[in-house]
């Protein structure tokens, strides 16, 4: 009890210095509790959603190889009236209704501008049934009665700020259906985002499947007392086991949260990645807090011993102050998580995600993971300084403690660090080697973590020489005698020195990791777009929705373009001469697509892969399976016939993009595919006339002007859109990287303000012998820089080591160039420079205050 109430009595007479430390628990416990409360609430949304969506039981189409969300075709796939009549029969069933919907549509305004969300939600069309209304309240006008109405959901109408009688074009593989808003929805769940039209049945018929007499799935109710699992048994007899997928609204509910599952746990995990990252970073923070604690009450500890506390009572009183601070930092940072929650919440609400507040989810678990975790995390970072104050001996209370000792980095530090970073580096030079990607990914990591301990652990021996040069060009030509003085201050602790920038040093390393990685990227794509891609455009959708057959029309009909080429994704079971079969890719095309994309010719003629019934393979598959031109191979397409395949050339396979490339004539997919199986076309290129490339871009833009699904894109264009697709990705991750940079700073103005404190009587005598405040202040930010500067130094050294070996190891997927952004780590440099004398503002305003006489005083 006397050990816990001297803790508590020094918590509370340090508590300016606990601060900073507190906030990076905080900070970090925070991050934690708060990506497991926006995940939960997220999941409680979609499970709700489901369970209300999902009827007692479903029938739907069986799904075959290459089906994908609504098929390759832009048609979902069906089940005929028939199987609508027999499931009303089935015993147990109170009705049934044909359910018509699809997610392969773009709806516009009248300003063609597209009504769908742009956070990737879908924008779904369907038929107003009975069921929608147990989900959905008609608020305003009524629900659709014809071919010309057409009703929204209200979350879609506010935000798109559309009204009763408002025209709305709907764009499916069918065709351009025009209608009037005639009644808006709300829903009675809350949804996530997506945009919802409704129409009556058989005008949803005609829009989504180009023709009545078909649904994509029955949605049957049970009577009383029937299960779900009976009746589910009762209709597959009734229908036939063998024809459609049947599910309980359990299982279709499960099946909808499982698909959505993948998706958010790669969130969750990702946003905890970046909370543990903080935590690390944080662990310095607390071990240099304690660190200098410790050192400062060294002769206060020394009388605890000779008035006889034991080793045991002094490790216990400073773990049990770190005890405080966890439990303190870690219920602050509970209550924070659940309000930055909300504010992601709110932030996915204005990018167009609706998650209702009243829907905010807390288990249990959330508030004890995060507590267990800053407390654990704390107490684990200050072990070492507490068995270090465990070991001062009574005789430390005879010393004079007002000057702070040197302390140099042992060698045993030394030897071990440069031990760690060189296995890092071997492990690192190994995954460059590797010659598959599994491999080279355990030892890209291994290498990783290596080097990052070893520099860790070297830190404070490389403090002395680097910080010198750091200082030989910052600070001495600024500071003169002042920067010198920073100088030595920087130098005369290089463990504390080494561990306030060992946590900025994490932080900035996977900036400038993934800088590189994705600035190769870039480099990488630009470099195969000018490689394989002849065409002048390259059109698409943005969504991964498949070309229309009107919009294809329209580009083949372009007067300025000279070539135009459709590429189709078919799939198809191949099997090779050596007896073996699998699921594979074929790319329908013209013949016109050997000048829009080059591909380079290893063996054949690839013209004559566009012949009747023939096709080219890739290098490696032809390698993989022996095959060779001329040979003849067994293609199961997906949906319709088998049909033999002359192979007339394997193409040369340089990067992921050639890899498994299987190309065939369009006509030799329509001649084994019913119509309704032959895919829409994933993307098409075209080219222009001689001189008339800038003519023909104005005039594709104009013409596909009323279709915004769809980009038009010239080489130029395209690679602008792909630096700027991963210039998000990477600003994201930076701005999630910034929490351990936050923490980071927050480690150097800690270290600073507790050094300044430790420094009080040398600060003192310094200013009694003539140095002035303005020139106290200077020194205290030049030190704040250098260290600074030697952090980013470590930092962006490393990580531009394991961008490297990260680009290397991606040079099996086809990333074949390495490229460094220079002016994105010099910005960094330069901006570490700026963290510096930001984090020293309050440490050399406190130390420029302090009272010359009462300094001196100081014991």
């Known amino acids: 009890m006397t050990v816990f109430k001297a803790s508590l009595r020094n918590f509370f007479a340090h508590k300016g210095r606990m601060a900073l430390s507190a906030v990076a628990v905080v900070l970090s416990v925070a991050f934690v509790c708060g990506t497991l409360v926006f995940t939960d609430t997220m999941n409680t949304t979609f499970d709700r959603l489901f369970a209300s969506t999902s009827a007692d039981v479903t029938v739907s189409p069986k799904?075959?190889?290459?089906?994908?969300?609504?098929?390759?075709?832009?048609?979902?796939?069906?089940?005929?009236?028939?199987?609508?009549?027999?499931?009303?029969?089935?015993?147990?069933?109170?009705?049934?209704?044909?359910?018509?919907?699809?997610?392969?549509?773009?709806?516009?305004?009248?300003?063609?501008?597209?009504?769908?969300?742009?956070?990737?939600?879908?924008?779904?069309a369907a038929n107003w049934t009975a069921g929608d209304s147990d989900t959905m309240k008609i608020t305003s006008g009524h629900a659709p009665r014809g071919a010309s109405e057409v009703m929204v959901d209200a979350d879609t109408a506010k935000k798109r700020d559309l009204k009763l009688g408002d025209e709305l074009r709907t764009i499916a593989t069918t065709g351009d259906f025009t209608a009037r808003v005639s009644g808006i929805a709300t829903f009675q769940v809350t949804n996530p985002g997506a945009a919802i039209v409704y129409f009556d049945t058989a005008t949803a018929q005609r829009v989504l499947l180009g023709r009545t007499g078909s649904y994509t799935g029955i949605a049957v109710t049970a009577e009383k007392g029937v299960t779900h699992a009976l009746l589910k048994k009762n209709v597959t007899a009734s229908l036939g086991a063998g024809e459609y997928t049947y599910q309980t609204k359990k299982e279709a509910a499960d099946s909808s949260r499982e698909q959505m599952g993948a998706l958010l746990d790669v969130m969750k995990y990702a946003l905890l990645g970046f909370a543990g990252i903080a935590l690390l970073v944080g662990v310095f923070l607390i071990v240099n807090t304690f660190s200098m604690l410790v050192a400062q009450r060294t002769r206060e500890i020394g009388l605890m011993?000779?008035?006889?506390?034991?080793?045991?009572?002094?490790?216990?009183?400073?773990?049990?102050?770190?005890?405080?601070?966890?439990?303190?930092?870690?219920?602050?940072?509970?209550?924070?998580?659940?309000?930055?929650?909300?504010?992601?919440?709110?932030?996915?609400?204005?990018?167009?995600?609706?998650?209702?507040?009243?829907?905010?989810?807390?288990?249990?678990?959330?508030?004890?993971i995060g507590l267990a975790l800053g407390i654990l995390v704390t107490l684990f970072a200050a072990y070492l300084p507490a068995r270090r104050a465990g070991r001062v001996s009574p005789m430390a209370a005879l010393r004079d403690a007002g000057t702070p000792a040197d302390v140099k980095a042992g060698a045993v530090r030394a030897v071990l660090g440069a031990l760690l970073t060189a296995g890092g580096g071997a492990a690192l030079y190994a995954a460059t080697q590797a010659e598959k990607a599994a491999q080279g990914s355990l030892y890209l990591g291994a290498g990783v973590v290596l080097t990052m301990l070893g520099l860790i652990v070297v830190g404070p021996v490389l403090a002395g020489g680097l910080v010198r040069v750091l200082s030989v060009v910052t600070l001495r030509p600024f500071g003169g005698r002042v920067g010198r003085l920073a100088e030595r201050n920087a130098l005369r602790n290089p463990r504390r020195t080494g561990a306030t920038a060992a946590a900025l040093m994490i932080g900035l390393a996977l900036v400038a990791s993934l800088s590189v990685v994705g600035s190769s990227m870039v480099a990488s794509a630009t470099k195969e777009l000018d490689r394989s891609v002849g065409a002048d455009f390259i059109v698409q959708s943005g969504n991964g929705q498949p070309i229309t057959p009107a919009v294809e029309r329209k580009l083949r009909a372009a007067k300025s373009l000279e070539t135009v080429t459709s590429y189709k994704m078919v799939a198809a079971r191949i099997t090779t001469p050596d007896g073996k079969s699998g699921s594979e890719q074929l790319s329908a095309t013209d013949p016109s697509y050997m000048?829009?994309?080059?591909?380079?010719?290893?063996?054949?003629?690839?013209?004559?892969?566009?012949?009747?019934?023939?096709?080219?393979?890739?290098?490696?598959?032809?390698?993989?399976?022996?095959?060779?031109?001329?040979?003849?191979?067994?293609?199961?397409?997906?949906?319709?016939?088998?049909?033999?395949?002359?192979?007339?050339?394997?193409?040369?396979?340089?990067?992921?993009?050639?890899?498994?490339?299987?190309?065939?004539?369009?006509?030799?997919?329509?001649?084994?595919?019913?119509?309704?199986?032959?895919?829409?076309?994933?993307?098409?290129?075209?080219?222009?006339?001689?001189?008339?490339?800038?003519?023909?871009?104005?005039?594709?833009?104009?013409?596909?002007?009323?279709?915004?699904?769809?980009?038009?894109?010239?080489?130029?264009?395209?690679?602008?859109?792909?630096?700027?697709?991963?210039?998000?990705?990477?600003?994201?991750?930076?701005?999630?990287?910034?929490?351990?940079?936050?923490?980071?700073?927050?480690?150097?103005?800690?270290?600073?303000?507790?050094?300044?404190?430790?420094?009080?009587?040398?600060?003192?005598?310094?200013?009694?012998?003539?140095?002035?405040?303005?020139?106290?202040?200077?020194?205290?930010?030049?030190?704040?820089?250098?260290?600074?500067?030697?952090?980013?130094m470590l930092g962006l050294g490393l990580g531009m080591c394991w961008g490297a070996a990260a680009q290397q190891l991606l040079a099996l997927e086809g990333l074949n160039v390495l490229q460094i952004p220079w002016p994105t780590i010099g910005a960094v440099f330069a901006g570490s420079a700026l963290v510096g004398l930001v984090a020293a503002l309050v440490p050399a305003f406190r130390a420029g205050r302090m009272n010359v006489l009462n300094a001196i005083a100081t014991e």
Request: glycine share 12%; proline share 2%.
């Open 63 to 124: 799904k075959t190889d290459g089906d994908g969300s609504g098929g390759r075709s832009g048609k979902p796939r069906t089940v005929p009236a028939s199987a609508l009549s027999e499931a009303r029969e089935a015993d147990g069933a109170r009705s049934a209704e044909g359910m018509v919907s699809s997610e392969q549509v773009t709806v516009v305004d009248g300003d063609d501008k597209n009504i769908g969300s742009t956070t990737g939600a879908p924008t779904i």
């Open 305 to 368: 011993r000779a008035v006889g506390s034991s080793r045991g009572q002094v490790n216990r009183s400073v773990l049990t102050e770190a005890l405080l601070l966890g439990v303190i930092g870690s219920l602050l940072g509970v209550g924070a998580g659940v309000g930055l929650a909300v504010g992601l919440m709110e932030l996915m609400g204005l990018l167009g995600m609706n998650l209702s507040t009243s829907e905010l989810t807390v288990v249990w678990t959330t508030p004890a």
């Open 595 to 792: 000048k829009d994309l080059r591909r380079e010719v290893k063996s054949g003629d690839l013209a004559a892969a566009y012949d009747r019934d023939s096709m080219s393979v890739g290098s490696a598959y032809a390698e993989k399976h022996g095959v060779r031109t001329g040979d003849k191979l067994k293609v199961a397409f997906a949906g319709g016939r088998t049909a033999e395949l002359t192979v007339a050339a394997v193409t040369k396979e340089e990067t992921s993009v050639d890899r498994g490339a299987m190309y065939t004539d369009i006509a030799t997919a329509r001649r084994h595919l019913p119509e309704d199986r032959v895919p829409s076309s994933a993307m098409m290129f075209g080219s222009a006339k001689d001189g008339k490339e800038d003519a023909a871009y104005a005039a594709l833009k104009k013409e596909l002007k009323p279709y915004p699904q769809y980009q038009v894109r010239d080489q130029a264009d395209f690679k602008e859109t792909l630096q700027d697709q991963v210039g998000r990705m990477l600003n994201m991750v930076y701005g999630l990287l910034a929490l351990a940079i936050i923490v980071a700073v927050l480690g150097v103005v800690n270290t600073l303000a507790l050094s300044v404190v430790e420094r009080t009587r040398e600060i003192g005598l310094m200013r009694a012998i003539g140095l002035a405040r303005r020139q106290l202040r200077r020194m205290i930010r030049l030190e704040s820089v250098v260290i600074a500067l030697f952090g980013a």
